[in-house]
Each structure stands twice: as C-alpha cells, then as structure tokens.
C-alpha cells in the first residue's frame, strides 16, 4: 500500500515509465515509485496524464482526484473490478443485519460527538450544549442528535453566526478536506471489496458514496480543528489545501496506539466491515484522539 500524498499545482504532463510516475513540469522532470503513491490530487486543469500511468496507479489501488476550474475536488477515480471484490461479499453486502447497522451507527454518531466536544475543549469552548445532545442519543439516533449537535457544535467553534452551508473560506476548506477524507474511506471500502454505494444510515440515490458518508463521520472533527486554527483565512489558497491534504499524514492516537491517521483508517474501515458482515461480534474501536498539534505546513510531495 502506498503511503506518499501527491499534489499537482501546475502545467504538467504526467506519464508512465518503468513502475514510475514522471512528472514534467517548467521545473524538470520528477519520478516517483508508483508503489509508493497512496494519494494522486490533481489540483489544476492545465495538467495533462496519461491513461497508462491511470491504469497503473489504479492496479495500485491509488486514488486520483481531479478539480474542477475552482481548484475544488469534483471527481475522483473508483476501481472497476477490485481483484478482493466477488458476488458473496457483494450479497453480504446487500443483506447486512439492520440491526447490526443500527448498533454501529449509533457507535459513530457518538463517536463523532465525543471528537466535537474533544475540538471544543481543546481550543477551551463551552462544551456543554454538545455533551447534552450526545447524553439524549438514542439506538440509531432515531432523534437526529448527530445534526443538533453539530449545529451548535460549528455555532460554538466559529460563530454564532455561523452558517455550514455558506460560501465563506471556513466552509470550502472543511468541504476541501472532508472530499480528500471521504476519498480515502472510499479507497479503503473498495479495497476491501465493497460498493460505497450502499451506507449504513446515508442512502441518497444521488450519492454514490453513502457507506463512505458515514463512515468517515467521526473522523471529521480532525479537519473541523486544522481548520479552526486557520479561521481567518480569506480564501483557500493553496497552502490551505496542502495543509488539509497533510492531514492524512496526522500522527494520533488511536485505541490506545499511536499511527498515522491514514492507517487508522484502514484499521477503523476493516473492523466495521467485519462487525457487519458477522465476521466479529464486537464493535469496533474507535477511540480517537491528536498526539501532538496539528501542522500547519505544506504536505510532502507538492509537484
């Protein structure tokens, strides 16, 4: 599995040669081990690749995102035919015991809460609106604390104000690094031999990554706090994508271990999928917490 994160910012051509991606810019030319990318982010439309080098890094199971003329990621690639993918995980799939998904779900919603309420503390806010919505969660939060709380949750960590749904720099960096966050979930869900398709609590037709949607929710609050160190920002130049890009390479603490939040991830996606397909009886683990503060420098790799 790869583990380096790549950025195109510029003309480029990018090609296959030799395991190799080659990367030519104004600049030189760049090679890197095909084996070694985890994560291709095209962010400009004034780059140029190959079908070959795609065909390879999607053998290597490497997610490539492209951006639309904004620089916002708009598509990104899935694998057709995963080699781990076959019709039993996929009937599996279909037939997940409802209540199993309604025991997890519940897991990660309060899962997301405690990390909301974690972000509050950590930058010394008042928690305790939050703490109440996550003490009146019910099994598959049939009362819909999860949005209740964070309303309040980005009201008390911004502004009063503040609208999620607005076009200000706050919310198009937490859009920015939530797309590169549900990428790697995706990648985890199709590496493992599912469809993103079908969520456990997310089921929007016009959504393709509903099991991904909800998966990734506790671990938002890990961008919601890279991006509250950057509140002022004005607008999402590129070392605010760099830096949320970065964060996959976060170092945490994660049940008790420390590792890097991709890898946590991939730990995180496997242990669901096995709870819901009756290969584990125990819920998953998902204690989840920063070993040190968040960097605020570029990622590695930025061609």
Not at 163 to 173: K, L, P
Request: hydrophobic letters at 40%.
């Amino acid at each position: 599995m790869g583990w380096r994160s790549v950025i195109i910012t510029q003309h480029a051509k990018l090609t296959y040669s030799m395991q190799m991606m080659i990367v030519q810019t104004r600049d030189g030319i760049n090679q890197i081990p095909i084996e070694d990318i985890n994560l291709l982010l095209v962010s400009t439309t004034q780059a140029v690749i190959t079908s070959a080098l795609i065909s390879k890094l999607a053998q290597n199971q490497t997610k490539i995102i492209f951006v639309d003329e904004k620089g916002n990621p708009i598509v990104e690639t899935a694998v057709y035919y995963p080699g781990t993918r076959n019709m039993a995980k996929l009937t599996q799939q279909f037939n997940w015991d409802e209540h199993l998904k309604e025991v997890l779900w519940t897991k990660i919603v309060s899962q997301k809460i405690k990390n909301q309420i974690a972000v509050l503390a950590n930058y010394h806010l008042n928690k305790d609106e939050v703490q109440s919505e996550l003490d009146q969660l019910e099994i598959n939060d049939e009362s819909n604390r999860e949005a209740i709380a964070a309303r309040k949750y980005f009201m008390l960590l911004f502004d009063k104000n503040f609208v999620r749904r607005d076009t200000s720099a706050i919310n198009a960096a937490l859009d920015y690094g939530y797309a590169i966050l549900l990428s790697s979930f995706n990648r985890e869900i199709a590496m493992n031999g599912y469809l993103t398709y079908f969520g456990i609590h997310h089921c929007s037709q016009e959504n393709q990554f509903n099991l991904a949607s909800d998966l990734m929710e506790p671990f938002r609050p890990f961008v919601d706090y890279w991006v509250k160190a950057h509140e002022k920002i004005k607008e999402l130049t590129p070392d605010i994508k760099y830096g949320l890009v970065e964060l996959l390479s976060l170092e945490i603490k994660f049940n008790g271990k420390k590792t890097l939040l991709t890898n946590a991830i991939t730990v995180y996606v496997r242990e669901c999928i096995k709870f819901l397909s009756g290969e584990s009886k125990k819920l998953p683990e998902m204690e989840m917490s920063l070993t040190n503060e968040v960097p605020n420098n570029a990622l590695n790799d930025n061609v």
